[in-house]
Protein backbone atom coordinates (compact mmCIF):
# COMPACT_ATOMS: atom_id res chain seq x y z
CA UNK A 1 0.00 0.00 0.00
CA UNK A 2 1.58 3.23 -0.63
CA UNK A 3 1.83 6.61 1.53
CA UNK A 4 -0.42 8.40 0.28
CA UNK A 5 -3.51 5.33 0.34
CA UNK A 6 -2.44 4.79 3.89
CA UNK A 7 -3.04 8.85 4.76
CA UNK A 8 -6.43 9.00 2.67
CA UNK A 9 -7.95 6.30 4.24
CA UNK A 10 -6.96 7.25 8.01
CA UNK A 11 -6.92 10.88 7.64
CA UNK A 12 -9.61 13.24 9.03
CA UNK A 13 -11.27 16.10 7.29
CA UNK A 14 -8.32 17.89 6.26
CA UNK A 15 -9.83 21.34 7.26
CA UNK A 16 -10.74 20.33 11.09
CA UNK A 17 -6.96 19.72 11.14
CA UNK A 18 -5.02 22.52 12.87
CA UNK A 19 -1.17 22.70 12.14
CA UNK A 20 1.14 23.92 14.68
CA UNK A 21 4.53 26.07 14.09
CA UNK A 22 7.29 24.41 16.38
CA UNK A 23 7.34 26.34 19.94
CA UNK A 24 4.05 27.45 19.79
CA UNK A 25 1.96 27.11 23.35
CA UNK A 26 0.18 23.84 23.54
CA UNK A 27 -3.62 23.67 23.63
CA UNK A 28 -5.51 23.62 27.32
CA UNK A 29 -6.25 19.28 26.07
CA UNK A 30 -3.21 16.96 24.95
CA UNK A 31 -4.24 13.95 23.79
CA UNK A 32 -1.56 10.84 23.62
CA UNK A 33 -2.54 8.02 22.01
CA UNK A 34 1.17 7.12 20.51
CA UNK A 35 1.58 5.14 23.72
CA UNK A 36 -0.48 3.60 26.26
CA UNK A 37 -2.54 6.60 25.80
CA UNK A 38 -3.35 9.55 28.03
CA UNK A 39 -5.21 12.82 28.26
CA UNK A 40 -3.90 15.78 30.13
CA UNK A 41 -6.11 19.38 30.50
CA UNK A 42 -3.46 21.25 31.48
CA UNK A 43 -0.80 19.87 31.71
CA UNK A 44 -2.39 17.53 34.06
CA UNK A 45 -3.09 13.93 33.66
CA UNK A 46 -6.81 12.76 33.52
CA UNK A 47 -8.20 9.28 34.30
CA UNK A 48 -9.83 7.27 32.32
CA UNK A 49 -13.51 6.33 33.59
CA UNK A 50 -12.21 2.53 32.18
CA UNK A 51 -10.37 0.82 29.38
CA UNK A 52 -13.26 1.10 27.38
CA UNK A 53 -13.72 4.79 27.52
CA UNK A 54 -9.96 4.88 25.85
CA UNK A 55 -10.76 2.54 23.37
CA UNK A 56 -13.91 4.19 22.57
CA UNK A 57 -12.31 7.59 22.20
CA UNK A 58 -9.45 6.44 20.48
CA UNK A 59 -11.89 4.45 17.86
CA UNK A 60 -13.49 8.05 17.64
CA UNK A 61 -10.50 10.15 17.25
CA UNK A 62 -9.10 7.53 14.44
CA UNK A 63 -11.78 7.33 12.43
CA UNK A 64 -13.03 11.34 13.15
CA UNK A 65 -13.88 11.54 9.05
CA UNK A 66 -17.16 10.35 9.66
CA UNK A 67 -20.24 9.78 11.94
CA UNK A 68 -20.78 6.77 13.44
CA UNK A 69 -24.17 4.40 14.66
CA UNK A 70 -24.62 4.51 18.36
CA UNK A 71 -25.77 0.68 17.86
CA UNK A 72 -22.10 0.02 15.65
CA UNK A 73 -20.02 1.49 18.67
CA UNK A 74 -22.25 -0.53 21.27
CA UNK A 75 -21.66 -3.54 19.84
CA UNK A 76 -17.97 -3.06 18.94
CA UNK A 77 -17.27 -2.16 22.44
CA UNK A 78 -19.82 -4.18 24.17
CA UNK A 79 -20.11 -7.35 22.23
CA UNK A 80 -21.26 -9.48 24.63
CA UNK A 81 -24.08 -7.42 26.51
CA UNK A 82 -27.62 -7.57 25.62
CA UNK A 83 -28.10 -4.67 23.26
CA UNK A 84 -30.03 -2.88 25.94
CA UNK A 85 -27.50 -2.71 27.99
CA UNK A 86 -24.49 -2.58 25.66
CA UNK A 87 -26.49 0.65 24.91
CA UNK A 88 -26.75 2.21 28.52
CA UNK A 89 -23.10 1.23 28.77
CA UNK A 90 -22.38 3.52 25.85
CA UNK A 91 -24.59 6.32 27.24
CA UNK A 92 -22.53 6.18 30.59
CA UNK A 93 -19.59 6.42 28.81
CA UNK A 94 -20.31 9.39 26.18
CA UNK A 95 -21.72 11.18 29.76
CA UNK A 96 -18.23 10.48 31.45
CA UNK A 97 -16.51 11.72 27.71
CA UNK A 98 -18.89 15.22 27.86
CA UNK A 99 -18.36 15.49 31.31
CA UNK A 100 -14.84 15.31 32.16
CA UNK A 101 -12.31 17.99 33.78
CA UNK A 102 -15.71 20.60 34.00
CA UNK A 103 -17.05 19.27 29.84
CA UNK A 104 -12.70 19.79 28.45
CA UNK A 105 -13.74 17.52 25.56
CA UNK A 106 -16.83 18.54 25.13
CA UNK A 107 -16.59 20.79 21.86
CA UNK A 108 -14.97 18.03 20.14
CA UNK A 109 -18.05 15.58 20.79
CA UNK A 110 -20.94 15.59 18.15
CA UNK A 111 -23.18 13.33 19.97
CA UNK A 112 -26.86 13.00 18.17
CA UNK A 113 -29.48 10.49 19.09
CA UNK A 114 -28.19 7.87 17.06
CA UNK A 115 -24.97 8.90 15.79
CA UNK A 116 -21.48 9.90 17.53
CA UNK A 117 -18.28 11.82 15.69
CA UNK A 118 -14.88 13.33 17.22
CA UNK A 119 -14.48 16.76 15.92
CA UNK A 120 -11.24 17.79 15.87
CA UNK A 121 -10.42 21.24 16.49
CA UNK A 122 -7.89 24.01 17.61
CA UNK A 123 -8.82 23.22 21.42
CA UNK A 124 -6.92 19.58 21.45
CA UNK A 125 -3.39 18.50 20.50
CA UNK A 126 -3.87 15.29 19.99
CA UNK A 127 -0.61 13.25 17.86
CA UNK A 128 -2.23 11.03 16.15
CA UNK A 129 -4.21 13.42 14.28
CA UNK A 130 -1.02 15.23 13.70
CA UNK A 131 0.45 12.09 12.12
CA UNK A 132 -2.42 11.67 9.97
CA UNK A 133 -2.61 15.28 9.16
CA UNK A 134 1.33 15.15 7.95
CA UNK A 135 3.35 17.00 10.84
CA UNK A 136 6.56 15.70 11.89
CA UNK A 137 6.18 13.44 15.12
CA UNK A 138 8.35 15.83 17.32
CA UNK A 139 5.42 18.11 17.13
CA UNK A 140 3.12 15.33 18.92
CA UNK A 141 1.68 17.08 22.26
CA UNK A 142 4.87 18.87 24.39
CA UNK A 143 7.02 15.87 22.86
CA UNK A 144 5.33 13.27 25.13
CA UNK A 145 4.76 10.88 22.58
CA UNK A 146 7.39 7.66 23.02
CA UNK A 147 9.97 7.14 19.66
CA UNK A 148 8.83 4.14 18.06
CA UNK A 149 5.38 3.72 19.92
CA UNK A 150 2.31 2.57 18.67
CA UNK A 151 -1.41 3.23 18.84
CA UNK A 152 -1.96 2.05 22.52
CA UNK A 153 1.42 0.97 23.26
CA UNK A 154 1.30 -2.30 25.51
CA UNK A 155 -2.76 -2.20 25.44
CA UNK A 156 -4.62 -5.56 25.06
CA UNK A 157 -8.40 -5.88 24.15
CA UNK A 158 -8.79 -9.62 23.95
CA UNK A 159 -12.15 -9.53 25.24
CA UNK A 160 -13.18 -7.29 22.74
CA UNK A 161 -11.96 -9.59 19.11
CA UNK A 162 -13.54 -6.38 16.27
CA UNK A 163 -11.88 -3.71 18.22
CA UNK A 164 -8.34 -5.84 18.29
CA UNK A 165 -8.82 -6.48 14.80
CA UNK A 166 -9.36 -2.33 13.93
CA UNK A 167 -6.55 -1.76 16.54
CA UNK A 168 -4.02 -4.52 14.67
CA UNK A 169 -4.41 -2.27 11.29
CA UNK A 170 -4.85 1.01 12.24
CA UNK A 171 -1.14 0.19 14.01
CA UNK A 172 0.18 -0.96 10.72
CA UNK A 173 -0.97 1.80 8.87
CA UNK A 174 0.03 4.43 11.48
CA UNK A 175 3.29 2.62 11.21
CA UNK A 176 3.67 3.45 7.66
CA UNK A 177 2.26 6.67 8.05
CA UNK A 178 5.32 7.36 10.47
CA UNK A 179 8.07 6.17 8.92
CA UNK A 180 7.18 8.14 5.90
CA UNK A 181 7.55 11.06 7.93
CA UNK A 182 10.83 10.58 9.32
CA UNK A 183 11.82 9.18 6.55
CA UNK A 184 13.60 12.34 5.38
CA UNK A 185 15.07 13.26 8.01
CA UNK A 186 16.68 9.81 8.95
CA UNK A 187 20.22 9.50 8.64
CA UNK A 188 21.39 7.04 5.47
CA UNK A 189 23.63 4.87 8.39
CA UNK A 190 21.39 5.34 11.62
CA UNK A 191 23.16 2.86 13.37
CA UNK A 192 21.81 3.71 16.82
CA UNK A 193 17.87 3.62 15.33
CA UNK A 194 15.67 0.73 14.68
CA UNK A 195 16.05 0.26 10.80
CA UNK A 196 11.94 0.07 8.89
CA UNK A 197 12.87 -3.93 8.55
CA UNK A 198 13.88 -4.24 12.48
CA UNK A 199 11.16 -1.88 13.46
CA UNK A 200 8.60 -4.32 11.85
CA UNK A 201 10.08 -7.43 13.23
CA UNK A 202 9.47 -6.02 17.05
CA UNK A 203 6.50 -4.55 15.99
CA UNK A 204 5.30 -8.57 14.83
CA UNK A 205 6.78 -10.09 17.78
CA UNK A 206 5.05 -7.73 20.02
CA UNK A 207 1.94 -9.06 18.34
CA UNK A 208 2.16 -11.87 18.44
CA UNK A 209 3.32 -12.03 22.19
CA UNK A 210 0.27 -10.21 22.99
CA UNK A 211 -2.18 -12.52 21.38
CA UNK A 212 -0.37 -15.67 23.21
CA UNK A 213 -1.20 -13.48 26.24
CA UNK A 214 -4.71 -13.64 25.22
CA UNK A 215 -4.61 -17.17 25.19
CA UNK A 216 -2.83 -17.86 28.56
CA UNK A 217 0.33 -19.14 26.27
CA UNK A 218 2.49 -17.32 28.90
CA UNK A 219 5.81 -19.53 27.55
CA UNK A 220 5.67 -18.58 23.82
CA UNK A 221 5.06 -14.98 24.70
CA UNK A 222 7.64 -15.16 26.86
CA UNK A 223 10.20 -16.18 24.02
CA UNK A 224 8.65 -13.81 21.39
CA UNK A 225 9.29 -10.52 23.73
CA UNK A 226 12.94 -12.35 24.41
CA UNK A 227 13.29 -12.26 20.76
CA UNK A 228 11.97 -8.56 20.54
CA UNK A 229 14.56 -7.03 22.87
CA UNK A 230 17.23 -9.21 20.49
CA UNK A 231 16.41 -7.23 17.75
CA UNK A 232 16.15 -4.06 19.90
CA UNK A 233 19.53 -4.71 21.56
CA UNK A 234 21.29 -2.00 23.78
CA UNK A 235 21.10 0.88 21.41
CA UNK A 236 20.54 3.96 23.18
CA UNK A 237 17.74 5.68 20.89
CA UNK A 238 15.64 3.07 21.44
CA UNK A 239 15.81 2.98 24.99
CA UNK A 240 12.49 3.34 25.95
CA UNK A 241 10.88 1.07 23.85
CA UNK A 242 13.29 -1.93 25.31
CA UNK A 243 12.42 -0.54 28.67
CA UNK A 244 8.41 -1.54 27.50
CA UNK A 245 9.23 -5.25 26.15
CA UNK A 246 11.51 -5.61 29.48
CA UNK A 247 8.41 -4.88 31.30
CA UNK A 248 6.54 -6.91 29.05
CA UNK A 249 9.11 -10.04 29.70
CA UNK A 250 9.46 -9.19 33.31
CA UNK A 251 5.44 -9.91 33.35
CA UNK A 252 5.74 -13.21 31.63
CA UNK A 253 7.99 -14.74 34.20
CA UNK A 254 6.09 -13.34 36.90
CA UNK A 255 2.60 -15.51 35.50
CA UNK A 256 5.27 -18.34 34.79
CA UNK A 257 6.14 -18.36 38.31
CA UNK A 258 10.37 -18.05 37.24
CA UNK A 259 10.96 -15.87 40.51
CA UNK A 260 14.86 -16.16 40.14
CA UNK A 261 14.51 -14.83 36.89
CA UNK A 262 11.91 -12.31 37.13
CA UNK A 263 13.98 -11.06 40.28
CA UNK A 264 16.73 -10.08 38.17
CA UNK A 265 14.73 -8.98 35.17
CA UNK A 266 12.87 -6.35 37.70
CA UNK A 267 15.98 -5.55 38.40
CA UNK A 268 17.51 -4.69 35.06
CA UNK A 269 13.56 -3.07 34.35
CA UNK A 270 14.77 -0.19 37.02
CA UNK A 271 18.53 0.16 36.50
CA UNK A 272 17.13 1.17 32.75
CA UNK A 273 14.14 3.66 34.14
CA UNK A 274 16.55 5.31 36.15
CA UNK A 275 19.25 6.04 33.24
CA UNK A 276 16.18 7.15 31.50
CA UNK A 277 14.83 9.54 34.27
CA UNK A 278 11.09 9.33 33.60
CA UNK A 279 9.27 9.31 36.84
CA UNK A 280 5.82 7.57 35.26
CA UNK A 281 8.19 4.93 34.36
CA UNK A 282 10.75 4.85 37.39
CA UNK A 283 7.52 4.08 39.40
CA UNK A 284 5.98 1.38 37.01
CA UNK A 285 9.66 -0.42 37.98
CA UNK A 286 9.61 0.57 41.74
CA UNK A 287 6.13 -1.42 41.32
CA UNK A 288 7.41 -4.21 39.47
CA UNK A 289 10.68 -5.06 42.31
CA UNK A 290 8.31 -4.51 44.96
CA UNK A 291 6.84 -7.41 43.50
CA UNK A 292 9.22 -9.53 43.15
CA UNK A 293 10.72 -8.90 46.41
CA UNK A 294 7.56 -9.91 47.91
CA UNK A 295 7.52 -13.38 46.13
CA UNK A 296 11.01 -13.86 47.94
CA UNK A 297 9.40 -13.50 51.26
CA UNK A 298 11.01 -9.73 51.34
CA UNK A 299 8.18 -7.90 52.45
CA UNK A 300 9.76 -4.85 53.95
CA UNK A 301 12.18 -4.58 50.94
CA UNK A 302 8.74 -5.11 48.79
CA UNK A 303 6.98 -2.06 51.20
CA UNK A 304 9.79 -0.12 50.67
CA UNK A 305 9.89 -0.13 46.63
CA UNK A 306 6.23 0.40 46.92
CA UNK A 307 6.85 3.56 48.50
CA UNK A 308 9.38 4.67 46.15
CA UNK A 309 6.61 4.41 43.42
CA UNK A 310 3.96 5.97 45.75
CA UNK A 311 5.76 8.97 46.11
CA UNK A 312 6.62 9.39 42.54
CA UNK A 313 3.46 9.05 41.68
CA UNK A 314 1.65 11.34 44.12
CA UNK A 315 4.73 13.68 43.00
CA UNK A 316 3.34 13.52 39.55
CA UNK A 317 -0.46 14.01 40.53
CA UNK A 318 -1.04 10.67 38.77
CA UNK A 319 -3.86 9.09 40.45
CA UNK A 320 -4.67 6.40 38.62
CA UNK A 321 -1.11 5.32 39.50
CA UNK A 322 -1.66 6.16 42.98
CA UNK A 323 -4.12 4.15 42.95
CA UNK A 324 -2.71 1.73 41.62
CA UNK A 325 0.42 1.84 44.12
CA UNK A 326 -2.11 1.45 47.25
CA UNK A 327 -3.62 -1.68 45.52
CA UNK A 328 -0.30 -3.05 45.55
CA UNK A 329 0.53 -2.17 49.29
CA UNK A 330 -2.35 -3.45 50.16
CA UNK A 331 -1.58 -6.50 48.81
CA UNK A 332 1.68 -6.67 50.10
CA UNK A 333 -0.05 -6.06 53.98
CA UNK A 334 -2.12 -8.55 53.26
CA UNK A 335 0.39 -11.13 52.17
CA UNK A 336 2.03 -10.50 55.40
CA UNK A 337 -1.14 -11.26 57.13
CA UNK A 338 -1.34 -7.79 58.40
CA UNK A 339 -5.08 -7.49 57.55
CA UNK A 340 -5.71 -4.03 59.57
CA UNK A 341 -2.62 -2.11 57.15
CA UNK A 342 -4.23 -3.94 54.11
CA UNK A 343 -7.89 -2.92 54.81
CA UNK A 344 -6.80 0.92 55.48
CA UNK A 345 -4.98 1.00 52.19
CA UNK A 346 -7.54 -1.16 50.07
CA UNK A 347 -10.06 1.73 51.43
CA UNK A 348 -7.97 4.73 50.35
CA UNK A 349 -7.68 2.84 46.87
CA UNK A 350 -11.24 2.72 46.79
CA UNK A 351 -12.06 5.94 47.68
CA UNK A 352 -9.43 7.15 45.08
CA UNK A 353 -11.36 5.13 42.50
CA UNK A 354 -14.76 6.95 43.01
CA UNK A 355 -13.33 10.02 43.40
CA UNK A 356 -11.67 10.26 40.35
CA UNK A 357 -14.95 8.32 38.30
CA UNK A 358 -12.67 5.19 37.50
CA UNK A 359 -15.48 2.37 37.35
CA UNK A 360 -13.85 0.01 36.62
CA UNK A 361 -11.04 0.44 38.95
CA UNK A 362 -13.80 1.18 41.89
CA UNK A 363 -15.30 -2.62 40.79
CA UNK A 364 -11.38 -4.12 41.26
CA UNK A 365 -11.00 -2.26 44.54
CA UNK A 366 -14.29 -3.53 46.18
CA UNK A 367 -13.00 -6.82 45.56
CA UNK A 368 -10.00 -6.60 46.73
CA UNK A 369 -11.33 -5.21 50.22
CA UNK A 370 -13.79 -7.67 49.65
CA UNK A 371 -11.36 -10.92 49.84
CA UNK A 372 -8.88 -8.96 52.97
CA UNK A 373 -12.12 -8.75 54.42
CA UNK A 374 -12.67 -12.45 54.22
CA UNK A 375 -9.57 -13.31 55.09
CA UNK A 376 -9.99 -11.33 58.05
CA UNK A 377 -12.59 -13.77 59.35
CA UNK A 378 -15.34 -11.72 58.00
CA UNK A 379 -17.03 -14.11 55.30
CA UNK A 380 -20.64 -12.52 55.67
CA UNK A 381 -19.37 -8.81 55.13
CA UNK A 382 -17.38 -9.89 52.17
CA UNK A 383 -20.48 -11.39 50.46
CA UNK A 384 -22.23 -7.91 49.86
CA UNK A 385 -18.67 -6.81 48.88
CA UNK A 386 -18.07 -9.06 46.41
CA UNK A 387 -21.62 -8.87 45.30
CA UNK A 388 -21.21 -4.84 44.55
CA UNK A 389 -17.52 -6.03 42.95
CA UNK A 390 -19.34 -7.85 40.74
CA UNK A 391 -22.18 -5.66 39.62
CA UNK A 392 -19.47 -3.18 39.15
CA UNK A 393 -17.68 -5.81 36.94
CA UNK A 394 -21.28 -6.42 34.75
CA UNK A 395 -22.00 -3.19 34.18
CA UNK A 396 -18.30 -1.96 32.66
CA UNK A 397 -18.45 -5.88 30.79
CA UNK A 398 -14.87 -7.03 32.72
CA UNK A 399 -16.18 -10.38 32.78
CA UNK A 400 -12.92 -11.97 34.06
CA UNK A 401 -13.84 -9.72 37.02
CA UNK A 402 -17.58 -11.17 37.31
CA UNK A 403 -15.37 -14.56 37.84
CA UNK A 404 -12.70 -13.53 40.37
CA UNK A 405 -16.13 -12.15 42.10
CA UNK A 406 -17.89 -15.51 41.97
CA UNK A 407 -15.41 -17.09 42.76
CA UNK A 408 -14.41 -15.51 45.96
CA UNK A 409 -18.05 -15.17 47.07
CA UNK A 410 -17.68 -19.08 46.70
CA UNK A 411 -14.83 -19.50 49.42
CA UNK A 412 -16.89 -17.16 51.44
CA UNK A 413 -19.87 -19.48 51.16
CA UNK A 414 -17.32 -21.99 52.20
CA UNK A 415 -16.29 -20.01 55.03
CA UNK A 416 -19.75 -19.97 56.30
CA UNK A 417 -20.25 -24.07 56.17
CA UNK A 418 -22.40 -23.78 52.86
CA UNK A 419 -21.38 -26.04 50.66
CA UNK A 420 -24.80 -25.70 48.30
CA UNK A 421 -23.88 -22.47 48.15
CA UNK A 422 -20.62 -22.50 47.47
CA UNK A 423 -20.55 -25.34 44.45
CA UNK A 424 -23.19 -22.28 42.97
CA UNK A 425 -20.61 -19.80 43.34
CA UNK A 426 -18.25 -22.01 42.00
CA UNK A 427 -20.04 -23.13 38.76
CA UNK A 428 -20.68 -19.96 38.35
CA UNK A 429 -17.56 -18.88 38.00
CA UNK A 430 -16.29 -22.12 36.08
CA UNK A 431 -19.16 -21.76 33.32
CA UNK A 432 -18.11 -17.74 32.36
CA UNK A 433 -14.26 -18.45 32.41
CA UNK A 434 -15.27 -21.69 30.02
CA UNK A 435 -17.40 -19.13 27.75
CA UNK A 436 -14.68 -16.63 27.96
CA UNK A 437 -11.92 -19.43 27.43
CA UNK A 438 -9.92 -18.35 30.39
CA UNK A 439 -7.94 -21.20 31.34
CA UNK A 440 -6.55 -20.18 34.63
CA UNK A 441 -9.32 -19.27 36.34
CA UNK A 442 -11.03 -22.63 34.63
CA UNK A 443 -8.46 -24.59 36.41
CA UNK A 444 -8.95 -22.41 39.54
CA UNK A 445 -13.25 -22.94 39.55
CA UNK A 446 -12.44 -26.50 39.12
CA UNK A 447 -9.54 -26.76 42.02
CA UNK A 448 -11.97 -25.25 44.00
CA UNK A 449 -14.46 -27.63 43.39
CA UNK A 450 -12.49 -30.74 44.00
CA UNK A 451 -12.13 -29.72 47.54
CA UNK A 452 -15.23 -28.71 47.99
CA UNK A 453 -16.09 -32.41 47.05
CA UNK A 454 -13.21 -33.90 49.76
CA UNK A 455 -15.05 -31.81 52.00
CA UNK A 456 -18.37 -33.62 50.98
CA UNK A 457 -16.58 -36.72 51.42
CA UNK A 458 -17.49 -37.00 47.13
CA UNK A 459 -14.03 -38.52 46.52
CA UNK A 460 -14.61 -39.82 42.87
CA UNK A 461 -15.78 -36.30 41.96
CA UNK A 462 -12.93 -34.49 43.62
CA UNK A 463 -10.60 -37.01 41.88
CA UNK A 464 -11.96 -36.59 37.93
CA UNK A 465 -12.05 -32.43 38.88
CA UNK A 466 -8.06 -32.51 39.89
CA UNK A 467 -7.20 -34.75 37.36
CA UNK A 468 -8.44 -31.85 34.77
CA UNK A 469 -7.38 -29.22 36.71
CA UNK A 470 -3.61 -30.51 36.34
CA UNK A 471 -4.18 -31.73 32.53
CA UNK A 472 -5.06 -27.91 32.24
CA UNK A 473 -2.26 -26.21 34.51
CA UNK A 474 0.07 -28.42 32.86
CA UNK A 475 -1.11 -27.24 29.24
CA UNK A 476 -0.34 -23.40 30.50
CA UNK A 477 2.40 -24.15 32.47
CA UNK A 478 0.70 -22.32 35.53
CA UNK A 479 3.61 -23.26 37.94
CA UNK A 480 2.36 -21.07 40.83
CA UNK A 481 -0.69 -23.55 41.14
CA UNK A 482 0.75 -27.03 39.96
CA UNK A 483 2.37 -27.84 42.84
CA UNK A 484 -0.79 -27.51 45.25
CA UNK A 485 -2.63 -29.36 42.79
CA UNK A 486 -0.14 -32.16 43.00
CA UNK A 487 0.01 -32.29 46.80
CA UNK A 488 -4.16 -32.56 47.21
CA UNK A 489 -4.33 -34.63 44.59
CA UNK A 490 -1.76 -36.98 46.74
CA UNK A 491 -3.21 -36.51 49.73
CA UNK A 492 -6.52 -37.60 47.82
CA UNK A 493 -4.66 -41.11 46.26
CA UNK A 494 -3.67 -41.69 50.29
CA UNK A 495 -7.83 -41.44 51.07
CA UNK A 496 -8.06 -43.83 48.36
CA UNK A 497 -5.17 -46.05 49.34
CA UNK A 498 -3.19 -45.63 46.05
CA UNK A 499 0.00 -45.29 47.07
CA UNK A 500 2.59 -45.62 44.02
CA UNK A 501 0.24 -42.95 42.58
CA UNK A 502 0.90 -40.29 45.46
CA UNK A 503 4.37 -40.82 45.50
CA UNK A 504 4.25 -40.10 41.26
CA UNK A 505 2.37 -37.09 42.58
CA UNK A 506 4.69 -35.85 45.31
CA UNK A 507 7.95 -36.12 43.36
CA UNK A 508 6.18 -34.07 40.90
CA UNK A 509 5.02 -31.51 43.39
CA UNK A 510 8.78 -31.67 44.51
CA UNK A 511 10.08 -30.49 41.30
CA UNK A 512 7.67 -27.93 40.56
CA UNK A 513 7.83 -26.50 44.32
CA UNK A 514 11.80 -26.09 43.39
CA UNK A 515 11.04 -24.13 39.87
CA UNK A 516 9.08 -21.59 42.01
CA UNK A 517 11.49 -20.92 45.18
CA UNK A 518 8.78 -22.19 47.48
CA UNK A 519 11.45 -23.84 49.92
CA UNK A 520 8.64 -24.21 52.49
CA UNK A 521 6.43 -26.26 50.44
CA UNK A 522 9.00 -28.18 49.22
CA UNK A 523 10.37 -28.85 52.57
CA UNK A 524 6.32 -30.38 53.08
CA UNK A 525 6.48 -32.72 50.23
CA UNK A 526 9.67 -33.99 51.13
CA UNK A 527 8.09 -34.76 54.48
CA UNK A 528 5.15 -36.52 52.79
CA UNK A 529 7.34 -38.69 51.14
CA UNK A 530 9.00 -40.13 54.22
CA UNK A 531 6.11 -40.83 55.92
CA UNK A 532 5.02 -43.00 52.67
CA UNK A 533 8.46 -44.49 52.78
CA UNK A 534 8.47 -45.02 56.14
CA UNK A 535 4.66 -46.71 55.68
CA UNK A 536 2.50 -44.11 57.82
CA UNK A 537 0.21 -43.15 54.69
CA UNK A 538 -1.66 -41.40 57.67
CA UNK A 539 0.68 -38.88 58.71
CA UNK A 540 0.55 -37.46 54.72
CA UNK A 541 -3.20 -36.71 55.56
CA UNK A 542 -2.98 -35.68 59.50
CA UNK A 543 0.80 -33.64 58.78
CA UNK A 544 -1.10 -31.00 56.80
CA UNK A 545 -4.21 -28.55 57.47
CA UNK A 546 -5.88 -26.12 54.92
CA UNK A 547 -4.79 -23.27 53.91
CA UNK A 548 -4.45 -20.29 50.81
CA UNK A 549 -1.94 -19.06 48.69
CA UNK A 550 -2.58 -15.60 48.45
CA UNK A 551 -1.46 -14.39 44.69
CA UNK A 552 -3.34 -11.59 42.40
CA UNK A 553 -4.69 -11.54 38.61
CA UNK A 554 -3.74 -8.44 36.75
CA UNK A 555 -6.91 -6.89 35.09
CA UNK A 556 -7.14 -3.97 32.67
CA UNK A 557 -8.59 -2.68 35.87
CA UNK A 558 -5.92 -2.86 38.17
CA UNK A 559 -4.61 -5.98 40.37
CA UNK A 560 -7.67 -8.45 41.94
CA UNK A 561 -6.76 -10.65 44.40
CA UNK A 562 -7.53 -14.59 44.93
CA UNK A 563 -6.80 -17.04 47.30
CA UNK A 564 -6.59 -20.72 45.82
CA UNK A 565 -6.88 -23.24 48.43
CA UNK A 566 -3.23 -24.93 49.05
CA UNK A 567 -1.83 -27.47 51.78
CA UNK A 568 0.19 -26.35 54.59
CA UNK A 569 2.55 -28.28 57.31
CA UNK A 570 0.27 -28.31 60.81
CA UNK A 571 3.83 -27.73 62.00
CA UNK A 572 6.68 -25.82 59.90
CA UNK A 573 9.13 -27.97 59.39
Known sequence: MSISLVMDSLSPQRHHVVTKAAGRSMGRLQLQLLGPGQLRVSGRRVAWRSAK???????????????????????LLWPDSPPARASHSLRQTLHWMRSVEHGALAPCLEITRDTVR??????????????????????????????????????????????????DVRRRQLGVAIEALHAPARPPAAAAELSDREARSVDALRTAARRAEGVQGFANALLLYERALAVVGDRDAVREQRLNLMLAR?????????????????????????????????????????????????????????????????????KPGEAEALRERAWLHWRAGAHAAALEDAREA?????????????????????EITRDAGSPLAALGLFEAAHDLHWSTGNRQGMVLARFGTGHAWQMLGDATQAERRFLQAH????????????????????????DTGELERAHEHLLRVISRDRSINYAQALGHDLVDLARLHVMRDELIEARAALSEAAVWFDGVEDDASGALVAAMI????????????????????RTAMPLAEGKVYCMFEARRAVHPP
Not at 53 to 75: D, I
Not at 350 to 370: M, Q
Not at 431 to 454: C, F, K, P, S
Open 53 to 75: ALALLTYLVVESARSHARTRLAG
Open 118 to 167: FLPSADIDADVLQILGGQARSNAPGGASQPGAELLEGRVFADLPEFEHWL
Open 250 to 318: ESMLDRLGQRREQAMAAAQCLALAERLGDPSLLATAWLRVAGTRAHRGDINGALQACSQALTGLRGLGD
Open 350 to 370: LALCRRIGDTGGEGSALHNLA
Open 431 to 454: EIALQDGEQTMIARAEHALAMLYV
Open 530 to 549: AALHAGRPGDVVAATTRDFV
